[in-house]
C-alpha cells in the first residue's frame, strides 16, 4: 500500500516538475523543476531497491549535472525570459503521443517479456551497492573502464573547449587591452 | 578451257581497277581504250568458250575458293559455264565491248571520262560474276553488284539533283526485290542444305510444293526487281537519267535481263511449280501491254524506248513462265542486239540534238544522220518483229508459245502489244527522221556522230538483222538443259495464218504510225484535245503510279521518320529514361530542403523517424504473431 | 493495489513522450539540453524497473552506465554551447542554420 | 612469354600510359603509336598462336584472388574472343595515330591506352568478377573522352552514358551474385569462373529471371531498343577518337556477353525468349533506321546506323545456331570496321568545316573525290553489299535466323532496305550536287594521316568481304560447341527443338557433366 501511495505520488510530482520543465519559458524555473524531477526519480530507484543507482543519480544530476547547468546558465542572460518561436503544436504532441502509445503497444506484447531471462540475478543477502559492485568489477569492468576514460575525456573537452582564453581577465585588463581584444573578436 | 572462263570474267575486272586508278585525274584517252580493249578480250574468251560449248563440250566447272563456310553452310566463289551462261556471256561482252568503244566518243567531252570507263567496265565484271556463278550467293553477288554500279552510273552525273534521285530510286527499289531474293536464297538453304544450282535442283523434287511454291515466288519478287516488273517498274523510266550508253548496256542489253535469266537458270525449280510460271506469265502478258501503253503517248526518246525495254521483258517473262525457257533465252539475246542498237542511236541523236529529249522538237533528221536513222529504222523494225529481223524470229516463237500452250488470253495480249510495238517505234521513228525540220526553231545544228562510234555499232546492226539465222543452231545448243519443246502448232495452216496475220497487223501499225507523224510539223503545247482526254493524261502520267508511290510511300516514310524521331524518340524513349532521371533528381533536390540546417526541424524529423521505426516494430511483430492466420487470409482472398 | 512493472513502463513511456515535447518544442540549446536529460532519465526508470521486477542486475547497471554518458554529455555540449555562443552571442536554434543543403 | 600473352596484352598499355605521364608533351604521339603498334603486333601474334581448329579455351591463365569465394583471375580466348581484341587493338592504334590537333593530346593518348586495357581485359576474361571489373572499368576513360574533348552538351552526354550503363551492370551484377550463389548451392563451392558455370544446369524458372538481369545490362551496353537513347548523345558529342572507340568496340561487349554469358548459360531461357527478343531487334532495325533517315546530322545518321545493326546482330545471336551466331560475331567484327570509319570518315570532314550539318555540305564529290570514293566504298559496306565485309555478317545472321522464323526474318531483312535508304540519302545530300556552300569549295582532300587511318579499313572490308575464311573459320569452330552445349544443357522441349543438335548419328562427344539441379 505504502508502495503504490509513494509511486502515484511520486509519479504525478515526476510528471508535473518535467512538465514543467519543458514548457517554461524561465530558463530558472526549467533548471529547477529540472532538478527537483530528477530528485522525484531517485525515489523510484529506493522504492525499486536500486539504493546505489538512487544515490548517484542524485550525486551525479542534481550534484554535478545541475551544478554544470547553472555555471553554463551564467554564461547567458537567464534571467530573460526565452522567446520561442513555436511551430504547429499539434504535430509536437501527435508525434509524442503516438510515440508513447507504441511503445506502450510495444511492452504489452508477451513475447517481449516471456522472453527475457536473468542474466545476473540478484544475489540473495547482499546489499544492493554490494551486488552493484559485484557486477561491475567483474562482468562490466571493461565498460566500466571505458566509462572513466569517457568522462576524462569529457571532462578535458569540457575546460578545453568553455575555457579558452580563460587566461585573459577583464578585470585585469585596462580599458584599451578590452577594445584591441574585442577588435580581434577574441570576447564577444 | 578454264584459262578462258577466268580471262572472260576477270579481264573486265581489271579493266576496271585500271580506270579506277585514274578517276581523280582529268581525261585519259588510254583509259578507255585499255578498257575497251580488255572487255573485247573477254568477248574473245567467251567467244572461245561458245565455241567449246557449241561443238558439244561439257560444261566447264571451276571451284575457285572458299568463300564462307559455317555450320553446314558452304558457298565457294564457283563459275560454271555452260549453254545458258555461255549464251549470256556473248550477249554481256559483245553489248559491252560495242558500249565500251562507242562510249570513247559520247564521253568525249566529259571530265568524268575515266571514272565512267571504272563504272562500266566493273558493271561488267558484276555481270559476268552474275551469269557465271553456280550458285544462287555467287548469284547474289553479282545482283547486287549490278545493282550498284547501276547506282553508280545513272547518278554519273551527280550534279544533277535528279540524276541521283533516280539512282538513289533504282537502288532502293531493286533492294526491295533484293529482299525477296535474299529469302528465297535462304529457302533453298534450309531446303536442300545447299546453295549449288545443280545440288540444289536434284533435291527439289522431293520436296512439296507449297515450300517450292514459296521459293519460286521470292526468287520471282527478286527478278521482278531487277527486271522492273510491274510494281517495281518505276526505277527504269527514270534511270534514263543516265548516260546513253549506260541505258543501253544496262538498261536494255543486259542488267534488266538478269531476272530473266533467273527464271531461265531455275527453270528446273520452275517447271515444278507451273501455278508460279502461270502467274509469271500472266504477269509478263501484262507488263508487256501496260509497257507498251505508257510508251504510246511519252515525249522523252529514252523513256520511250525504255518502256519498250520494259514491254520486251515482259514478253520474256512470258515466254519462260510458259515453260519455253530456251525462247525467253533467245528473245533475251536478240532483244539485246537491237535494244542496244536502238540506244545508241539514241544517243546520237541527243549527242547532235544537244540533249534535246522530246521526239517532237526534232523532225526531218535523216538528211544529216543518215546512218543513224538507217540504223534506228532497222531496230525498230526488228523490234516490231517484221521478218526477216531479228525481232520476227523470237517474238514470233513467244507467240507460239502462248498460242502452243493454249494460253489463248496471253496471246491475245502479246499480239495486240506487238502492234503497239510496232506503232510507238515507227511513232518515234517518224518524228526523229521524218518530217519538218522542227529543231529549227530552237537553233540547234545536228551532225552526225563519230564515225568510229557508228563502225562500233554496226556489228548490233547486222546483228539485228540476221540474228534470226541463229535460231536453229542456239535451239541445239541449249536443248540439252533446257527443257526445249519446239513450239509447232499443230496444222501448218493455222500457223501461216497466225504468222501472217501477225505481220500484217503489225505492218499495218507501222504505217498508221509513219500517216500521222511523218508529217507532223509542230509541237504539241497541251491545248489539242486529245492531250487533254483522260486516257492521254492517264497514259502519260504513267497510270499516275510515281504519283502514287511519292504520295503513299515515299512522303508518308519520310513524314513517319520525322515522327519517329521528333516524337518518338525524343518525347517518349528518351524522355522517359530523362524522367527516371529527374524524378530521382527531384526526390533528391525536394527532399533537400529537409535539410534546412535548422535543429529543431531535425529533431521533429528525427521523432518522427522514431514514430515510423515504431510502428513498423508493431507492425512486424503482429505479423509474426499471426503469420498463419495472414496467410490463411490471402490464399482465401486467391494471392 | 500492486505496483507492477507495467505502471513502471507507462510511467517511463509517459516522462519519454514528455522528454520529446521538449525535444521538438524547444528553440534554446540550453533548454533543448534539458529535455534530453529527461529523455535518459525517462528511460533509466524502465531500466530500473525491469532490473528489480526480473531481478537481474543488467538494467541497473545499463542505468548505471547511462548517467554516466549523460554526465559526459552535458560536460561536452555545455563547452560546445559556450563557444558557440561566445562566437554567435545566441544559442537559438533557429539561427543556426549553416547546415542547410 | 606466350603463356602470359593476355595478361600482357592487358596490362602492357595500362603500364605504357602510366609511364606516359613522364613523356614529354612533344613526343606523346610517337610514344603512342608506337605504344599501339606494339600492343597491335601482339595481339597478332597471339592471333597467328591461336590454334583455329581447337575449339576450347586458349592461352588460360589462373591466379587465384580470393580463393574462399572462387574469384579467380582467370584469363583466355577462343574464336569468339580472340578477333575483337585483335580489333580493339587495331581501332586503338589507327584511332592514336589520327589524333589530330587534339588539346591535350597527352591526356587523350593516356586516356586512350587505359581504355585499351580494359577493352582487351573484357573480352579475354573469364571469370565473371573480372569480367564485371573490366565491363565498369571501360566506362571511366569513355566518360573521360566524352567530357573533356566533347561538344557543348559533353557533360550531359557522358553523364548520361555512364549513369545509364552502370545502372544496367549492377543489374547484372546482381545476377552474377545470384548466379555464383546457386552455383554454391549445387556443388558446395565458390565459383565465379565462367567455364564452371557453363556446367551448371539451371531449372527453366531460374533461367529465366538470371537471363532477364543478365539481359538489362547487356541491353543498355548494346544498345537495344528502348534502352538505346544514350547512344545518340553520346556519339554526338564525342570527339571522333571517342565515336570510333565507342561503336568499333564497346558496343561489342554488349553482344559479346550475350553470346559468353547468356547464351551458355540459359539456353532454355535463350530459347524462351528468342520471339521477343527477336522483335525488339527488328524494331530496332527498322526504326532506328527510319529515325536515322530523319536526322540533319551526319554523325547522327551514323550513330543510328549503328543501333540498327546491332539489331541484326541481336538477331543472328539468338538465331541460337550455328549459322546465324557465327554470323552475329563476325558482324560485330564487320560493323566495327564499318562504324569505326564511317565515324572516322565523319571526322575527317567536322575537322576541315567543324560542323556535322549535312544541310551544310552537297557537292562534295567535286571537291573532295578521293574522299567521296572511300566514304562512298564504306558506304556500301554499310548497306550491305557482297563482297564486303558486312554482307557476310549479315548474310549468315539472317539466314541463320531464317531457320527459327520465316516472318520475323522477312520483316528483320528489311534492314537491307532501310539501310540503304537512310544512307543513300545521306550520301547524295553530302556529295551529289553542286557546291553551294563558298567555304566548301576550297576543301581539302583526304590528306596523307587520313590516308593512313583510313586505307587499311578499306583494305580489311574488302579484303574480309572476298575472303572471310580466315576469321570464319576459328569463329566456326567455337560457336559449334557453344550450341553443342546449348543443346545438352537445354532441358525444355522447346530449347531442345530450337538449338540444333549438331552431333546427329554419332554418340554425345563433348563433356558433359551435369551436376544436380538446384532447387
Known amino acids: 500500500m505504502f508502495e503504490a501511495i509513494a509511486f502515484y505520488l511520486f509519479a504525478f510530482l515526476t510528471i508535473v516538475m518535467f512538465f514543467i520543465t519543458v514548457t517554461t519559458s524561465q530558463a530558472l524555473y526549467a533548471l529547477s523543476a529540472l532538478a527537483a524531477g530528477m530528485i522525484f526519480i531517485s525515489a523510484f530507484f529506493f522504492i525499486l531497491g536500486a539504493d546505489f543507482l538512487g544515490a548517484v543519480q542524485i550525486i551525479v544530476y542534481t550534484g554535478a549535472v545541475m551544478a554544470l547547468y547553472a555555471f553554463g546558465m551564467m554564461f547567458f542572460d537567464s534571467t530573460r525570459e526565452v522567446k520561442e518561436k513555436q511551430g504547429n503544436k499539434y504535430i509536437i504532441v501527435g508525434l509524442s503521443t503516438l510515440a508513447a502509445i507504441l511503445v506502450v503497444v510495444i511492452f504489452s506484447a508477451p513475447m517481449v517479456s516471456d522472453k527475457i531471462v536473468a542474466l545476473y540475478p540478484a544475489i540473495d543477502g547482499v546489499g544492493n551497492t554490494q551486488e552493484v559492485g559485484l557486477v561491475l568489477f567483474t562482468k562490466y569492468l571493461v565498460p566500466f573502464e571505458v566509462a572513466a576514460i569517457m568522462l576524462l575525456v569529457a571532462m578535458v573537452a569540457g575546460i578545453v573547449l568553455a575555457g579558452k582564453k580563460m587566461d585573459l581577465s577583464i578585470t585585469l585588463m585596462s580599458d584599451s587591452e578590452i577594445e584591441e581584444q574585442k577588435n580581434k573578436k577574441v570576447l564577444s | 578451257m578454264e584459262k578462258y572462263l577466268y580471262i572472260a570474267l576477270f579481264a573486265p575486272l581489271v579493266s576496271s581497277l585500271f580506270s ?10 588510254f583509259t578507255g581504250i585499255i578498257a575497251s580493249v580488255l572487255i573485247f578480250t573477254s568477248f574473245v574468251a567467251s567467244t572461245i568458250l561458245l565455241l567449246h560449248i557449241l561443238k558439244g563440250g561439257e560444261p566447264i566447272h571451276v571451284t575457285l575458293m572458299t568463300w564462307m563456310a559455317t555450320g553446314d553452310l558452304y558457298i565457294p566463289f564457283g563459275f560454271v559455264v555452260d549453254q545458258i551462261s555461255v549464251t549470256m556471256m556473248m550477249v554481256v561482252t559483245l553489248v559491252s565491248t560495242i558500249v565500251h568503244i562507242y562510249s570513247i566518243g559520247y564521253m568525249d567531252h566529259d571530265k568524268g571520262f575515266n571514272r565512267f570507263f571504272a563504272w562500266l567496265s566493273a558493271f561488267v565484271f558484276s555481270m559476268m560474276i552474275l551469269v557465271m556463278s553456280d550458285n544462287y550467293a555467287g548469284l547474289f553477288i553479282g545482283w547486287e553488284g549490278v545493282g550498284l554500279c547501276s547506282w553508280g552510273l545513272i547518278g554519273f552525273w551527280y550534279h544533277k539533283e535528279i540524276a541521283t534521285w533516280a539512282s538513289n530510286e533504282a537502288f532502293i527499289m531493286n533492294r526491295i526485290a533484293d529482299l525477296g531474293m535474299l529469302i528465297g536464297i535462304f529457302l533453298v538453304y534450309w531446303n536442300t542444305g545447299t546453295l549449288q544450282y545443280d545440288e540444289a535442283f536434284a533435291l527439289m523434287p522431293s520436296l512439296d510444293s507449297a515450300t517450292l511454291t514459296w521459293i519460286g515466288i521470292f526468287l520471282f519478287i527478286g527478278a521482278m526487281g531487277k527486271s522492273a516488273q510491274f510494281p517495281l517498274h518505276t526505277w527504269l523510266a527514270d534511270a534514263m537519267e543516265g548516260p546513253t550508253p549506260v541505258s543501253a548496256l544496262i538498261h536494255a542489253a543486259t542488267m534488266v535481263t538478269a531476272g530473266v535469266y533467273l527464271v531461265v537458270r531455275s527453270n528446273e525449280l520452275y517447271s515444278l511449280i507451273p501455278n508460279v510460271g502461270l502467274f509469271i506469265a500472266s504477269l509478263g502478258a501484262f507488263v508487256a501491254l501496260f509497257a507498251a501503253s505508257m510508251a504510246l503517248v511519252n515525249r522523252d526518246m529514252k523513256r520511250i524506248i525504255a518502256y519498250s525495254t520494259l514491254s520486251q521483258l515482259g514478253y520474256m517473262f512470258a515466254a519462260a513462265g510458259l515453260g519455253a525457257y530456251w525462247v525467253a533465252l533467245f528473245h533475251l539475246m536478240a532483244h539485246a542486239f537491237f535494244k542496244a542498237l536502238l540506244f545508241l542511236g539514241a544517243g546520237n541523236v541527243m549527242h547532235a540534238m544537244h540533249d534535246e529529249l522530246d521526239p517532237f522538237k526534232m523532225g526531218g533528221l535523216k538528211k544529216v544522220m543518215k546512218w543513224t536513222w538507217i540504223m534506228m529504222t532497222i531496230a525498230s523494225l526488228a523490234l516490231a518483229g517484221i521478218f526477216p529481223f531479228a525481232g520476227f524470229f523470237s517474238k514470233d516463237t513467244i507467240l507460239e508459245a502462248a498460242f502452243a500452250e493454249h494460253h489463248f488470253v496471253i496471246y491475245g495480249v502479246l499480239l495486240f502489244t506487238a502492234g503497239l510495238t510496232a506503232f510507238y517505234s515507227f511513232r518515234l521513228v517518224a518524228l526523229i527522221f521524218h518530217g519538218e525540220e522542227r529543231y529549227k526553231i530552237f537553233g540547234i545544228h545536228p551532225h552526225e556522230a563519230y564515225r568510229f562510234m557508228l563502225i562500233a555499232m554496226s556489228p548490233l546492226l547486222i546483228l539485228a ?10 535451239f541445239a545448243m541449249v536443248e540439252e538443259i533446257l527443257s526445249a519443246h519446239e513450239y509447232h502448232i499443230h496444222s501448218h495452216t493455222t500457223l501461216w ?20 507523224y511523218a508529217t507532223w510539223s509542230s509541237v504539241p503545247d497541251g491545248t489539242s484535245p486529245i492531250e487533254n482526254s483522260f486516257f492521254y493524261k492517264l497514259l502519260f502520267n504513267q497510270y499516275y503510279i510515281p504519283y502514287f508511290y511519292e504520295t503513299y510511300i515515299v512522303k508518308p516514310y519520310r513524314e513517319a521518320s520525322e515522327l519517329f524521331w521528333t516524337k518518338v524518340d525524343l518525347k517518349i524513349v528518351d524522355a522517359t529514361v530523362d524522367g527516371i532521371a529527374g524524378i530521382v533528381y527531384g526526390t533528391g533536390e525536394k527532399t533537400r530542403q529537409m535539410q534546412s540546417g535548422n535543429l529543431s526541424t531535425m529533431l521533429k524529423w528525427m521523432v518522427a523517424g522514431l514514430v515510423g521505426l515504431l510502428f513498423l516494430a508493431v507492425a512486424f511483430g503482429l505479423a509474426a504473431r499471426y503469420s498463419d492466420e495472414i496467410i490463411v487470409f490471402l490464399s482465401a482472398l486467391g494471392v | 493495489m500492486e505496483i507492477g512493472l507495467n505502471h513502471y513502463l507507462v510511467l517511463s513511456t509517459i516522462l519519454f513522450a514528455i522528454g520529446l515535447v521538449g525535444v521538438m518544442r524547444r528553440k534554446n540549446l540550453l533548454l533543448l539540453f534539458f529535455a534530453t536529460e529527461i529523455l535518459l532519465n525517462a528511460v533509466n526508470i524502465a531500466f530500473a524497473a525491469i532490473s528489480h521486477y526480473y531481478g537481474d542486475l543488467t538494467g541497473q547497471m545499463f542505468a548505471f552506465f547511462v548517467i554516466a554518458i549523460a554526465a559526459s554529455e552535458v560536460a561536452v555540449g555545455l563547452g560546445l554551447l559556450i563557444v558557440w555562443y561566445k562566437r554567435h552571442s545566441s544559442i537559438d536554434l533557429d539561427a543556426l542554420t549553416t547546415m542547410k543543403g | 612469354m606466350l603463356d602470359h600473352i593476355l595478361s600482357l596484352l592487358i596490362f602492357f598499355p595500362a603500364l605504357a600510359a602510366l609511364f606516359g605521364f613522364m613523356i614529354q608533351k612533344e613526343s606523346m604521339r610517337a610514344y603512342g603509336i608506337s605504344v599501339a603498334a606494339i600492343e597491335f603486333a601482339l595481339s597478332l601474334w597471339l592471333w597467328f598462336a591461336f590454334d583455329g581448329n581447337v575449339a576450347g579455351m586458349q592461352f588460360m591463365e589462373n591466379l587465384p584472388l580470393v580463393p574462399s569465394f572462387g574469384i579467380n583471375y582467370i584469363l583466355g580466348v577462343d574464336g569468339i574472343s580472340l578477333f575483337i581484341i585483335i580489333l580493339a587493338a587495331f581501332f586503338t592504334m589507327i584511332g592514336i595515330a589520327s589524333l589530330t590537333d587534339t588539346p591535350n593530346v597527352k591526356n587523350m593518348i593516356i586516356t586512350l591506352l587505359f581504355l585499351q586495357m580494359t577493352m582487351v581485359g573484357v573480352f579475354a576474361a573469364l571469370d565473371a568478377i573480372i569480367f564485371y571489373i573490366f565491363w565498369e572499368l571501360s566506362l571511366v576513360p569513355m566518360l573521360y573522352i566524352i567530357g573533356a574533348w566533347g561538344g557543348p552538351l559533353r557533360i550531359y552526354a557522358s553523364i548520361k552514358f555512364f549513369l545509364y550503363t552502370f545502372a544496367g551492370s549492377l543489374v547484372m551484377l546482381v545476377g552474377m551474385l545470384f548466379m555464383a550463389y546457386f552455383y554454391y548451392q549445387a556443388t558446395g563451392v565458390w565459383s565465379f569462373a565462367i567455364l564452371d558455370w557453363y556446367r551448371l544446369i539451371l531449372p527453366e524458372s531460374l533461367q529465366l529471371w538470371l537471363f532477364a538481369a543478365f539481359f538489362i545490362g547487356f541491353a543498355i551496353k548494346v544498345p537495344m531498343f528502348p534502352f538505346h537513347t544514350w547512344l545518340p548523345y553520346a556519339h ?27 547464351l551458355p548459360m540459359f539456353p532454355d531461357a535463350a530459347a524462351f525468349f528468342m520471339v521477343p527478343i527477336a522483335i525488339i531487334a527488328i524494331i530496332m532495325i527498322v526504326y532506328t533506321a527510319m529515325v536515322a533517315y530523319a536526322q540533319k546530322d551526319v554523325k547522327q545518321v551514323v550513330a543510328y546506323s549503328s543501333i540498327s545493326h546491332m539489331g541484326v546482330i541481336i538477331l543472328g545471336t539468338f538465331a541460337l545456331n550455328v549459322e546465324g551466331i557465327s554470323g552475329s560475331i563476325f558482324l560485330m567484327i564487320a560493323h566495327g570496321v564499318v562504324s569505326g570509319a564511317l565515324f572516322l570518315l565523319v571526322g575527317v570532314i567536322y575537322d576541315r568545316r567543324h560542323t556535322k550539318m549535312m544541310s551544310e555540305f552537297g557537292g562534295l564529290a567535286h571537291v573532295m573525290p578521293r574522299y567521296a570514293t572511300i566514304f562512298g566504298v564504306m558506304l556500301m559496306a554499310s548497306v550491305g553489299m557482297p563482297l564486303t565485309i558486312n554482307f557476310v555478317g549479315e548474310f549468315l545472321s539472317l539466314l541463320g535466323f531464317y531457320q527459327q522464323s520465316h516472318i520475323l526474318t522477312l520483316l528483320a531483312g528489311t534492314a537491307i532496305i532501310v539501310g540503304a535508304i537512310y544512307m543513300l540519302a545521306a550520301y547524295k545530300k553530302m556529295f551529289f550536287g553542286e557546291v553551294t556552300k563558298e567555304e566548301n569549295k576550297n576543301l581539302k582532300d583526304v590528306n596523307k594521316r587520313e590516308w593512313v587511318a583510313l586505307l587499311p579499313l ?9 575472303y572471310p575464311n580466315p576469321v570464319l573459320a576459328p569463329i566456326d569452330n567455337s560457336v559449334k560447341s557453344v550450341v553443342q552445349l546449348m543443346h545438352n544443357k537445354a532441358t525444355t522441349e522447346l530449347a531442345k527443338d530450337r538449338i540444333p543438335n549438331l552431333v546427329k548419328p554419332k554418340v554425345v562427344i563433348i563433356e558433359k557433366t551435369i551436376i544436380e539441379e538446384v532447387h
Do not use: C, D, H, N
Request: no cysteine; hydrophobic share 60%.
Open chain 4, 458 to 466: 578499306a583494305v580489311i572490308t574488302i579484303w574480309l568481304g572476298i
Open chain 4, 236 to 262: 554526338g558529342q564525342a570527339p571522333t577518337i571517342g565515336s570510333v572507340i565507342l561503336a568499333a568496340i564497346l558496343l561489342k561487349m554488349g553482344t559479346y556477353a550475350f553470346i559468353r554469358f547468356s
Open chain 2, 465 to 474: 538483222m540476221i540474228a534470226g539465222v541463229f535460231q536453229e543452231p542456239f
Open chain 2, 497 to 516: 495464218i497466225m504468222l501472217v496475220g501477225t505481220q500484217l497487223f503489225v505492218a499495218l501499225a507501222i504505217l498508221y504510225a509513219y500517216k500521222k
Open chain 2, 20 to 29: 579506277a586508278l585514274f578517276t581523280a585525274t582529268p581525261k585519259k584517252l
